[in-house]
């Protein structure tokens, strides 16, 4: 399989080909291109109107067509550009959860050629206030439970510049100079047109602000040509599958599928996790949008929420972090919903363990597992994986996309030879790298440099091309000078039927500098103990290992508002 996937991309990439590569100039770094790419976000927002009539954004029990939402779209960018004046350059912040009102102030405010500030819509007071202040946006868009925060700290915001406030879903009162979505969202009273706009494909399209692990959150600079290369990226490297996949069943190389299935009239993404972070915005919004698919948000993750609307609405593609797959295969409505419809299963935002691509595989009637590995430094995906290629690899997260340079480096930052075994931090360079973090060149430099971005990521890359990210160079257990990969552990904890849950994690040792750690959540209804569980990991890992503290836990383990654990927090619980 895999001569056919390398000979899918040649072709898909070739000159004269829907893909292909050229190289540009960008801030003095050669890039790789899609040479047909479109200029802006604008450019492909416009092309939407060819599905006037589709359903767009389905929220809980509204249900939205494109023309709906374009002609909302059309009313909000005349609204900021003729009132309040934001144009090329400027900024608008959305602080809401995942309303339908979140996908019209994005595309109206990119479309303007104005950024979009995307908060954490669980930042408390304290950093509302900082990331309004570090950005600096004319119009802050936001919900109820965000106004709640927000508010107390506004004087202080303004005192840095005028921001005007208008409200989403919300009947709290309002500073005087504020308005009401319902107030001034009037399609019926908007041109039909958006106004004009001169955007370049280096202007920041949105200001997405990283997790960090200390103090506050860097900004990262998206631009209209990282995301919209983003989007080619991603259907390109489905393309390929596809296309590899076809030609091995042509040569006899592998079979076809006993049953085939019509495709689906509209396709149809969840987006279970935030709209504020490139897995939402990026690889599903994007792509779903330009074509023409559906979009199923929800109130707040529930697993069995998720598979009444996976079977209401006739999911094809479920998208969030690994945890949610697995929540939803446990969950007991399983087998009792139809997910007949689902074609794809899986996500991004954290590793994808082998065990659950195997359970993917057997659970889906029509479909397949996949994953993408990225950041929100490279927009989106750096590598994805699905099908055949991730049932061979279970472990990889796939190729890299087209358009970027992957190498690995050592703690030094000096290249590491290629070759078996070869381990280093993955460093990328390419159309999808940001432009930088936004106030911050000094760290703007330290991670970019000469155009490469240190993932800081630690991996290896097989004969094949194929990446395995073997742990974050800051998530690695040191043990008596021998490196353990926290990854890896909970990769095969997770092979044991008990465990729901598991984050592994170092834990300060007078001897040996530090031991494992791990954090355990049981099935609902199963039992393990300590004893059993080492003795089920002697059999699979080296002893040193094996977690030397162990802790069996009643809830569930802290997330971060995209549903990854947060590790930091849960130590600071446990050990202090």
């Given at each position: 399989?895999i001569?056919?996937?390398?000979?899918?991309r040649r072709?898909l990439s070739?000159?004269?080909?829907?893909f292909?590569?050229s190289?540009?100039?960008?801030r003095g770094?050669?890039?790789k291109?899609?040479?047909?790419a479109?200029?802006n976000?604008?450019?492909?927002?416009e092309?939407?109107?060819?599905?006037?009539?589709?359903?767009?954004?389905?929220?809980e029990?509204?249900?939205?067509?494109?023309?709906?939402?374009?002609?909302?779209?059309?009313?909000?960018?005349h609204l900021l550009h003729?009132?309040h004046?934001?144009g090329v350059?400027d900024r608008?912040a959305i602080?809401?959860?995942n309303?339908p009102e979140?996908?019209?102030?994005?595309?109206?405010?990119?479309?303007?050629?104005a950024a979009v500030?995307g908060m954490?819509?669980w930042?408390?007071?304290?950093e509302m206030?900082y990331?309004l202040?570090d950005?600096?946006?004319?119009?802050?868009?936001?919900?109820?439970?965000?106004?709640?925060?927000?508010?107390p700290?506004i004087?202080s915001?303004?005192?840095?510049g005028p921001?005007?406030?208008?409200a989403?879903?919300?009947?709290r009162a309002?500073?005087a100079d504020a308005s009401?979505?319902?107030d001034?969202?009037?399609?019926?009273s908007?041109?039909p047109?958006l106004?004009?706009a001169?955007i370049?494909p280096d202007?920041?399209v949105?200001?997405f602000?990283?997790s960090?692990t200390?103090g506050f959150?860097?900004?990262?600079?998206l631009?209209h040509?990282?995301?919209?290369?983003?989007?080619m990226n991603?259907?390109f490297?489905?393309?390929?599958?596809?296309?590899?996949?076809s030609?091995?069943?042509?040569?006899?190389d592998?079979?076809?599928?006993t049953?085939?299935?019509?495709?689906?009239?509209?396709?149809v993404f969840?987006?279970?996790?935030?709209?504020?972070?490139?897995?939402a915005?990026?690889?599903?919004?994007?792509p779903?949008?330009?074509t023409g698919?559906?979009?199923?948000?929800?109130?707040?993750?529930?697993p069995?929420?998720?598979l009444e609307?996976?079977?209401?609405?006739?999911v094809?593609n479920?998208?969030g972090?690994p945890t949610m797959s697995?929540?939803l295969?446990a969950?007991p409505?399983w087998n009792?919903r139809?997910?007949?419809?689902?074609?794809?299963?899986?996500g991004g935002g954290a590793?994808?363990?082998?065990?659950?691509?195997g359970?993917?595989?057997?659970a889906?009637?029509g479909g397949?597992?996949?994953?993408g590995?990225?950041l929100?430094e490279?927009?989106?995906?750096?590598?994805?994986?699905?099908?055949?290629f991730?049932?061979a690899?279970?472990?990889?997260?796939?190729p890299?996309?087209?358009t970027l340079d992957?190498?690995l480096?050592?703690?030094?930052?000096s290249d590491?030879?290629p070759g078996p075994?070869a381990?280093?931090?993955?460093?990328?360079?390419g159309?999808v790298v940001i432009k930088?973090?936004?106030?911050?060149?000094a760290?703007t430099?330290?991670?970019i440099r000469?155009?490469?971005?240190?993932?800081g990521?630690?991996?290896?890359i097989d004969?094949?091309g194929?990446?395995?990210?073997?742990?974050?160079?800051?998530?690695?257990?040191?043990?008596?000078?021998?490196n353990?990969?926290c990854?890896?552990v909970e990769?095969?904890?997770?092979?044991?039927d008990?465990i729901a849950?598991?984050a592994?994690?170092?834990?300060p040792d007078?001897r040996l500098?530090e031991e494992v750690?791990?954090a355990?959540?049981?099935?609902?209804?199963?039992q393990?103990t300590?004893?059993?569980?080492?003795?089920?990991l002697?059999e699979r890992?080296?002893?040193?290992?094996?977690?030397a503290h162990?802790?069996f836990?009643?809830?569930?383990l802290?997330?971060n508002?995209?549903?990854?654990?947060v590790?930091?927090e849960?130590?600071q619980?446990?050990?202090?």
């Amino acid at each position: 399989m895999i001569h056919h996937y390398h000979a899918a991309r040649r072709e898909l990439s070739a000159a004269g080909a829907p893909f292909a590569i050229s190289e540009i100039e960008v801030r003095g770094v050669p890039i790789k291109i899609f040479t047909a790419a479109p200029a802006n976000m604008r450019v492909l927002w416009e092309l939407t109107a060819a599905h006037a009539d589709k359903s767009y954004v389905v929220y809980e029990d509204e249900r939205y067509t494109y023309a709906e939402i374009g002609a909302q779209v059309c009313a909000l960018a005349h609204l900021l550009h003729d009132t309040h004046g934001v144009g090329v350059g400027d900024r608008v912040a959305i602080a809401m959860r995942n309303y339908p009102e979140w996908v019209v102030a994005y595309w109206a405010t990119v479309s303007l050629g104005a950024a979009v500030v995307g908060m954490n819509a669980w930042w408390t007071p304290t950093e509302m206030e900082y990331g309004l202040t570090d950005s600096r946006p004319i119009v802050l868009i936001a919900d109820d439970e965000r106004l709640e925060r927000v508010l107390p700290v506004i004087d202080s915001v303004r005192a840095g510049g005028p921001l005007h406030i208008i409200a989403v879903r919300s009947d709290r009162a309002l500073p005087a100079d504020a308005s009401r979505w319902a107030d001034v969202v009037v399609p019926a009273s908007a041109p039909p047109d958006l106004p004009a706009a001169e955007i370049d494909p280096d202007d920041d399209v949105c200001i997405f602000y990283t997790s960090g692990t200390t103090g506050f959150p860097k900004g990262a600079q998206l631009t209209h040509r990282g995301s919209v290369h983003n989007i080619m990226n991603l259907a390109f490297m489905s393309t390929a599958t596809s296309l590899a996949e076809s030609k091995a069943i042509a040569a006899g190389d592998v079979e076809a599928p006993t049953a085939s299935s019509t495709p689906p009239a509209q396709n149809v993404f969840m987006a279970p996790t935030p709209l504020f972070h490139v897995t939402a915005c990026n690889c599903l919004l994007h792509p779903a949008t330009l074509t023409g698919s559906r979009i199923v948000l929800t109130y707040k993750w529930d697993p069995g929420r998720a598979l009444e609307l996976i079977e209401r609405e006739g999911v094809t593609n479920f998208s969030g972090v690994p945890t949610m797959s697995r929540e939803l295969l446990a969950h007991p409505d399983w087998n009792t919903r139809d997910t007949s419809t689902l074609l794809g299963m899986g996500g991004g935002g954290a590793a994808l363990q082998p065990d659950l691509v195997g359970k993917i595989a057997g659970a889906l009637k029509g479909g397949a597992p996949s994953t993408g590995y990225g950041l929100t430094e490279t927009h989106g995906i750096v590598t994805a994986n699905a099908a055949r290629f991730f049932l061979a690899k279970p472990e990889s997260c796939g190729p890299v996309v087209p358009t970027l340079d992957a190498k690995l480096v050592d703690d030094d930052g000096s290249d590491v030879e290629p070759g078996p075994g070869a381990i280093g931090q993955l460093c990328v360079r390419g159309a999808v790298v940001i432009k930088g973090y936004l106030n911050r060149p000094a760290e703007t430099a330290h991670a970019i440099r000469d155009g490469w971005f240190n993932t800081g990521d630690i991996a290896r890359i097989d004969e094949d091309g194929f990446v395995y990210i073997v742990d974050r160079a800051k998530d690695m257990v040191l043990r008596g000078g021998e490196n353990i990969y926290c990854s890896e552990v909970e990769t095969v904890i997770y092979q044991n039927d008990a465990i729901a849950e598991v984050a592994v994690f170092g834990v300060p040792d007078e001897r040996l500098g530090e031991e494992v750690g791990a954090a355990i959540v049981l099935r609902e209804g199963a039992q393990l103990t300590t004893d059993e569980l080492r003795a089920f990991l002697a059999e699979r890992m080296a002893k040193h290992k094996i977690p030397a503290h162990i802790w069996f836990l009643e809830t569930q383990l802290p997330r971060n508002a995209n549903g990854k654990f947060v590790k930091r927090e849960l130590r600071q619980q446990l050990i202090g």
